[in-house]
């Protein structure tokens, strides 16, 4: 098998669970195919050049996507709060209410910074436990807990004002 | 898990949907990816289809732009220069391609909505005062290593410029324009004429779609940094947006839009609810825009509503009270925001 099928193979497997990641981690289809693509390529150099492949394909794809994504962002800085308040609120507990939860949810990810973001991703996307998730971003348990805890703790205050705003009212 | 967590994670899978497609990504890597490595009468044979692809292309771009000639480049990605090469001057006043798209129906947009499998950009340093406006030598060309999803998602939903002239500021200084040259799987290709000059006002052209849209800046940090750059989101600090979207000359706030930011003295951004805003925007009669509007007496005030889509840029709703006409997209305009204000004011005070 030449190593292009096996890229082919690849995507064809783990493409669309790649994309999906990426897209989690950048919110923009562009960026995630991007994002993807280069991992890709730089993954399938590397192999080429070593003669040797990985045993988890998938695994050994998404920790390039997740270097890659880590490396090329730039921390942006904005004054601007994206607060993505929903003007009329539905009852609460209704699946339109559910909606809009978690649409304020999605915005609020957009406030964190990079890592914070990759930790949440691989731990409430992916699933991962902190040991692994660790291991996959180059760091220890203690310090995918405390990105974590303040990757929630940036989320809360945005998401938190909504539902202060309806006790209120 | 907390609920809050339970959450977080119902958000990301609900998000799902909207991820590019695998089909996607396997096309652009049939042409991005590295060459296969062959033994024995392949390496030879290889070797003699690349020069013939070079000759080819070199003849294919030459027929096409007659007194053009040619320039070969040198490193960078391989498969883009064996298909396209930088002419050695711009031949006409910008905007100016060195050949009509091939292989692609370059009517109805700028490029197509595919991911190019490469692309190449060439530049040309001048000055927008210079009495020469055409003939400008090549002063740089470079591939781009990435970030080519991202310049299909930016370059497909470019405007149609209007048929109405947009007035312009007369600032002199640096001009550079650019050619970009796509290539795709299969072999169709496309040049792209855009240019980065003070005044923001040379459109950008595939030589049978213009567009008013902006796009030098981009092009600009693409030709430095060798990536097309991620797409900026709106911000109401920034007095620079890369607005205007293709559709906008047909509907105020053309579909799909995903998000809006409205600009006023108290800004904000939703993502949901904000239905009644696109359907009262899209009610208004509205005219190909004038480009200005007359004072009014009464009270005064101003709203810039940006909306968002998923790829490509924003549209930009401006609003003038006291002024007439009162809304505009920069393609089309209304006369009266009375329909629209009461809804613009429910979002702003939704909180």
Redesign the interface.
């Known amino acids: 098998m030449?190593?292009?099928d096996v890229?082919?193979e690849l995507?064809?497997h783990s493409?669309?669970r790649l994309?999906?990641v990426?897209?989690?981690l950048t919110?923009?289809?562009?960026?995630?195919?991007?994002l993807?693509?280069?991992a890709?390529?730089r993954v399938?150099?590397s192999v080429?050049n070593r003669g040797l492949a990985p045993e988890d394909w998938y695994a050994y794809l998404r920790r390039a996507v997740i270097n890659e994504y880590v490396r090329t962002r730039r921390l942006?800085s904005?004054?601007?709060i994206?607060?993505?308040?929903?003007?009329?609120r539905p009852a609460p507990g209704c699946l339109e209410d559910?909606?809009?939860?978690?649409?304020e949810?999605?915005?609020a990810?957009g406030a964190l910074s990079e890592r914070q973001r990759a930790v949440?991703?691989l731990r409430?996307?992916e699933g991962l436990a902190d040991h692994e998730i660790g291991a996959l971003l180059g760091c220890r348990p203690a310090t995918v807990r405390s990105l974590a805890s303040r990757g929630?703790a940036v989320?809360?205050p945005l998401?938190a004002?909504?539902s202060a705003?309806e006790e209120q009212t | 898990m907390s609920q809050f967590e339970d959450d977080i994670s119902r958000a990301m899978a609900g998000h799902d949907d909207e991820a590019p497609r695998a089909a996607d990504l396997l096309r652009a890597l049939e042409h991005a990816s590295p060459p296969r490595h062959r033994p024995g009468w392949y390496v030879p044979f290889t070797v003699a289809a690349a020069v013939a692809a070079v000759v080819a292309g070199s003849v294919w771009a030459g027929g096409l732009l007659g007194s053009h000639k040619p320039v070969r480049t040198s490193g960078g990605a391989i498969p883009v220069q064996r298909l396209l090469s930088c002419p050695a001057s711009y031949a006409h006043q910008a905007p100016w391609v060195p050949a009509k798209p091939a292989g692609i129906d370059g009517g109805s947009r700028l490029v197509p909505r595919d991911t190019p499998s490469s692309a190449l950009i060439c530049a040309y340093r001048g000055s927008n005062t210079a009495r020469q406006q055409a003939g400008w030598a090549l002063s740089g060309q470079r591939s781009l290593a990435g970030g080519l999803a991202s310049l299909a998602g930016q370059l497909t939903w470019q405007p149609h410029r209007p048929r109405q002239p947009i007035p312009c500021t007369l600032m002199g200084g640096p001009q550079t324009n650019y050619l970009i040259g796509l290539a795709y799987p299969g072999g169709a290709r496309i040049w792209v004429a855009a240019t980065d000059e003070p005044n923001e006002c040379v459109g950008a052209s595939n030589g049978e779609f213009t567009s008013s849209g902006v796009i030098g800046p981009a092009v600009s940090k693409a030709f430095a940094s060798g990536r097309w750059p991620g797409r900026t989101p709106v911000s109401c600090n920034r007095s620079y947006q890369d607005t205007g979207r293709l559709g906008q000359g047909a509907a105020m706030v053309p579909a799909g839009s995903t998000s809006v930011t409205i600009c006023a003295p108290k800004a904000r951004t939703v993502t949901t609810s904000y239905q009644a805003l696109v359907s009262a925007l899209n009610r208004l009669p509205t005219r190909p825009s004038t480009h200005g509007c007359s004072g009014t007496p009464g009270p005064s005030g101003a709203y810039e509503i940006f909306f968002s889509y998923p790829e490509g840029p924003p549209v930009l709703v401006s609003i003038l009270i006291g002024c007439h006409p009162a809304i505009g997209n920069g393609d089309l305009q209304a006369t009266s925001a009375s329909s629209v204000m009461p809804v613009v004011r429910q979002l702003l005070n939704a909180r």
């Open positions: 030449h190593l292009d890229l082919t995507v064809e493409g669309e994309l999906r990426a897209y989690q919110h923009d289809a562009a960026a995630a195919q991007d993807v693509q280069e890709l390529l399938y150099q080429r942006r904005s004054t601007e994206v607060t993505d308040v929903v003007p009329e559910r909606a809009a939860d978690q649409a949810l999605w915005a990810l949440l991703v409430y996307y929630l989320m809360r998401v004002a909504v705003e």
